[in-house]
């Protein structure tokens, strides 16, 4: 696959142009938000920009985070940049290499972002010391979430701490002839619940192999030991309908008491408050299994990217897009619609947001000080995507081929990143 640099050989960059005084702000935002509570969210920030009096302009890719790269490098090749990008993780860093991005300093040092930003992004947002990217919330990916009806019917008393727990509680799912985990088969959900066993079974292997990529850690015994705990769940815990199951029909199952658990984010919350689901009442959340015994954290931040324009009219529509973002009011509409949490620090989650948010600043915070909060791999927040792929294929290739041996997974993961080196 060809860099970002030299995919823009021959292309000249565009110089950040000074706003004209008449400027009237204007933006068409790159994302792939297209439907459910996502696009619900997004539509969020459309009418904020456009009550500030900015012309609101949106183009919406479906479906994989690929696909929204390659219609960005298509659009960057063809000398039209768009003026703001859905973006996350080492692909802000990519972009920012090739000096196309704007930067926001000036903005972000007027209203003191980097005092209230939680410090496990500084980092991803301004990849060389430089803001050029605004975070709008804070995702956690190592949540379990259960149905109350089932686990009552299974005598399950609570939300398994720890992946004994977890493997007892199925037992007692299955046993009432229930399946204990609602799951469906795609690339980015089977590499979810997997990095989900992975940081709970052991932390420092989740570093080594996901964060820095390192290939040995991937051929470890240690990860051997997590993909037969992610046979087990597979072959045990959830159902033969995994590979044709979509998203509506997994949490369905847990509204209707037909499965106990579900290892998703916390978009989750999202998707069960459209449904009518109520907290307590129809499901419970916890932090997903870990077994050593502390408040942890798989962070996933949606982010937005700007990029150098011309046009003064974009230009304006970039400080007030990035204004609007970063504001408390638009965190707070945002993430209650989406069910993150803030990425602002300083937001008040007391009044209007669920208690599974609550929770999550509360670990949030746990995690920062006891070193314990990690970037999530499966959301592309550490490796880059030609990495990344390489890893989720090979995982939703072992969940959905039984012969696969755990051995046999972990060699080929770690086989399938060298190849992309």
């Not at 823009?8 to 110089?15: D, E, F, H, K, M």
């Not at 692909?91 to 300093?105: F, R, V």
């Not at 996933?300 to 230009?315: A, H, R």
Request: one cysteine or more; a negative charge; charged letters at 20%.
């Amino acid at each position: 696959m060809l860099t970002i640099k030299a995919a823009l050989a021959g292309t000249v960059a565009c110089a950040l142009a000074t706003t004209a005084a008449l400027a009237e702000p204007k933006t068409n935002m790159l994302h792939q938000w297209s439907e459910g509570s996502d696009a619900a969210a997004i539509a969020k920030l459309g009418e904020m920009f456009t009550a500030a009096g900015g012309k609101w302009e949106q183009t919406s890719i479906a479906g994989h985070t690929a696909n929204t790269l390659a219609k960005l490098r298509a659009d960057v090749v063809a000398g039209n940049a768009p003026p703001a990008v859905q973006l996350k993780g080492p692909e802000i860093a990519e972009w920012n290499e090739t000096g196309m991005t704007a930067n926001l300093d000036d903005l972000a040092n007027k209203e003191g972002w980097d005092k209230v930003v939680a410090p496990e992004l500084l980092p991803v947002m301004k990849p060389t010391g430089h803001w050029v990217a605004a975070p709008m919330n804070i995702h956690r990916i190592n949540w379990i979430w259960g149905s109350t009806k089932a686990m009552e019917q299974a005598g399950i008393k609570e939300l398994p701490k720890t992946w004994a727990e977890f493997n007892a509680a199925c037992d007692k799912a299955v046993a009432a002839h229930l399946i204990c985990l609602a799951h469906f088969s795609q690339d980015w959900t089977d590499a979810t619940t997997f990095e989900v066993v992975v940081y709970g079974q052991n932390i420092d292997l989740f570093r080594k192999a996901f964060v820095e990529g390192d290939v040995a850690a991937m051929r470890s015994p240690e990860m051997v030991k997590a993909f037969e705990q992610m046979r087990l769940m597979v072959s045990k815990d959830m159902d033969p309908g995994i590979a044709g199951r979509d998203y509506n029909t997994a949490t369905s199952m847990i509204a209707k008491g037909q499965a106990a658990f579900m290892i998703m984010g916390d978009w989750q919350i999202g998707i069960f408050t459209a449904a009518g689901l109520k907290e307590g009442a129809d499901y419970e959340c916890a932090q997903a299994p870990t077994d050593w015994g502390k408040p942890g954290f798989i962070l996933n931040s949606d982010s937005v990217v700007f990029f150098k324009q011309k046009d003064p009219d974009y230009v304006a529509g970039q400080t007030l897009l990035a204004h609007l973002i970063m504001s408390p009011k638009f965190q707070t509409v945002f993430n209650q619609a989406k069910g993150s949490i803030p990425a602002r620090l300083d937001v008040d989650l007391s009044n209007g947001f669920n208690p599974c948010q609550q929770l999550s600043q509360k670990t949030l915070e746990a995690s920062i000080a006891d070193g314990t909060l990690v970037r999530s791999m499966a959301h592309n927040m550490t490796v880059l995507q030609k990495y990344r792929g390489a890893m989720l294929d090979t995982i939703t290739s072992f969940v959905n081929n039984p012969k696969m041996t755990p051995e046999e997974a972990a060699n080929a993961m770690a086989d399938a990143v060298e190849a992309q080196k």
